[in-house]
């Protein structure tokens, strides 16, 4: 028997991919030659919060429903994160 995927799930579905994706690029970022800044660093570990639970409470249930105007926030930041490679600096423009 086939399973069908509504309209909601599917939304669901990409809004984990997403969310994943990104938090998962913050973590993994190296620093290389650049200093330490505190800010940059907490803005950093909320922007990976905010994306892991976001994961969290749409796999466990807790989290039903991903409105399209919330999918397309969390794209235009993973797309962002992915295009200054992690570099939260280089996101707000102070590091480039």
């Known amino acids: ?6 309209y909601s799930n599917l939304l669901n579905f990409i809004n984990v991919i997403v969310c994943s994706l990104t ?3 913050l973590m993994f970022f190296v620093r290389e030659n650049s200093r330490y800044k505190f800010g940059y ?7 990976i919060v905010a994306m892991a ?20 926030i ?3 930041i ?3 994160i992915f295009l200054v490679k992690g570099n939260i600096a280089k996101l ?3 590091g480039r």
């Open 1 to 6: 028997m086939t399973q069908v995927i509504d």
């Open 23 to 25: 938090a998962l690029r």
């Open 41 to 47: 660093s907490l803005l950093a570990y909320l922007l």
């Open 53 to 72: 639970s976001n994961v969290i409470y749409l796999l466990t249930g807790e989290y039903s429903h991903t409105h399209p105007s919330e999918l397309v």
């Open 74 to 76: 969390n794209f235009i």
């Open 78 to 80: 993973c797309v962002n």
């Open 92 to 94: 707000v423009g102070v």
